[in-house]
């Protein structure tokens, strides 16, 4: 990410402005070090640097991923009655 930002001209707290992302969600990206930094900052950055695609045929020809064992999350989310004070 930090070469195509630095190909683009572009400074650190540009593409943080732009990706509407903090500067140290930037610098954490650069510096390879996401823990905290949510899956929409990551998407965002890449996205404005223009090397989302990159990435994910990087993931595609990745023989170690099989698709075809991924699974859909089929079951359905069950809101559970509220519980009263007096329950407890």
């Given at each position: 990410?930090?070469?195509?930002?630095?190909?683009?001209?572009?400074?650190?707290?540009?593409?943080?402005?732009?990706?509407?992302?903090?500067?140290?969600?930037?610098?954490?990206?650069?510096?390879?070090?996401?823990?905290?930094?949510?899956?929409r900052d990551f998407m965002l950055a890449l996205f404005t640097v223009g090397i989302s695609d990159r990435v994910?045929?990087?993931?595609?020809?990745?023989?170690?991923?099989?698709?075809?064992?991924?699974?859909?999350?089929?079951?359905?989310?069950?809101?559970?009655?509220?519980?009263?004070?007096?329950?407890?």
């Amino acid at each position: 990410m930090k070469e195509a930002r630095l190909r683009m001209r572009m400074r650190q707290a540009d593409l943080a402005d732009l990706a509407g992302i903090s500067l140290r969600t930037v610098r954490h990206l650069e510096r390879g070090k996401a823990d905290g930094v949510s899956l929409r900052d990551f998407m965002l950055a890449l996205f404005t640097v223009g090397i989302s695609d990159r990435v994910f045929q990087a993931l595609i020809d990745d023989p170690a991923l099989d698709l075809n064992s991924l699974e859909t999350n089929t079951t359905k989310r069950v809101k559970l009655p509220r519980s009263n004070a007096e329950d407890f």
